[in-house]
């Protein structure tokens, strides 16, 4: 008989009650599913996903409350479950927003059971999407979204993989006064750390959560971005970046969220709002080649949870604002994050933490940090080409997960040209994330804009 396996400790800091997350990632199709479950089911079972030991155990505890996963045979029948009917009564909805709002509700209301491998696959025929409902123990995002993808095929060469992976990181030069930078950066952003998990809180604010707010019921909306906008913005700032970009519009659509929602109480000028953002520690920036998470000895490329946390900060500024301006300051801020070891930092200490002190007292700082800053934000790589799934072309790929103490967790994933973002909100703080998604939105048009009338080289 197989020996039960020890939870890694990022695996044992997912399945605390105050850090309990589920990913969901919504595909749809172009066309609707003409679903042959047993096909569907035959598919699955022939899967990579079954070939992860992780996704065929149980996870259990022993007496002394540490987690393990204890090998299980997986039935199929119970993970993969299909829905005909609408999820909505009214003919009016569309799929989009049924789709949104019934992942809203899975959130923060519906963890898996605990007598089965923990992920699901919700199939809902009637507008053409699958929910894949995938625990975080199992693994981080890079590792679950590059898992889902190797189950797909290019649409123009169905006996091809999705070309994965993002161009190589730029290889970092050093000097003298480079490390010195690096030092001091982390060792100041590592002590914003320390006080983000004691006591330093942002200010309150329209978009503001809070402990217990990961509770409360929940809303969906979702921001489209054209790549090929953000490249223009992107040129219109010198050696600036996709993220340094997206930060840019974060800042801005915050700025005029925050204008509509409070026009006669405006924040003062400059005011900050901490996001939490997660960052891969892979070599690999990017989607990996399944085959080597799965087969790699090395700890730094391997299946799992390999990411690090970094606390990144935007800034209230009014409405007449140059929106470009957004974007450099955001430039300015990561290019500072770069030099240092934050996210590596954070990665250790977490380890360390769970290892030495335990999962519950890590979970605790962890909570305690999302407490005390405004939003969560990841970025996700997708296929450049369009892919299909089960012989469907798919038409898009969402990810969200399972509420925090924030009041708005953000997840993009690009596809086929276009950057979708899953704006998640408490729905007694931010009642219409649809407007906010509209801010972001509209921040990035103000952007193209201004630098295309301007033809700006900064």
Known sequence: MERDQPLTPAGRLFVQPQMDQIINVAIAVDSPFAV????????VRSSVMLKLPRFCSLMVRDSCGREYWR????????????????????????????VNDFIADLAVSSPLPADKPLWEIHILVAHATAVFRLHHALGDGISLMSMLLSCCRKADDPAQLPTIGAPAAPTRGWSAWALVKLVWYTLVYA???????LWLRDRTTAVSG???????PRKLATARFQL???????RAVNESTINDVLFGIISCGLSRYLDIKSPKALPPEGLRMTGVAMVNLRPQPGLQDISKLMSSSNSSTSWGNKFGMILLPVYYHKGDSNPIEF???????????KLSLEALFSYKVGHLVTSFVGAKFAAILSYRILSNTSFTISNIVGPREKITIVGHTVKHIRVTSSSLPHAVTMHMVSYGGVAEMQILTAKEIIPDPKILAKCF??????????ALGSNIIS
């Open 327 to 337: 974007v450099k300051r955001s430039k300015s801020m990561i290019d500072k994050k």
């Open 191 to 197: 002590l914003e750390f320390t006080l983000r998990a």
């Open 36 to 43: 042959d479950v047993a096909a569907v089911k035959a598919e």
């Open 210 to 216: 809070g402990a217990g707010v990961e509770l409360w």
């Open 441 to 450: 939105e509209d921040a990035l048009l103000e952007m193209k804009e201004v």
């Open 228 to 234: 090929d906008d953000m490249k223009i913005v992107k």
């Open 71 to 98: 090998r299980t045979e997986v039935d199929v029948d119970r993970h993969v479950i299909v829905r005909h009917h609408p999820l909505s009564d009214d003919p009016l909805t569309s799929d989009e927003d049924a």
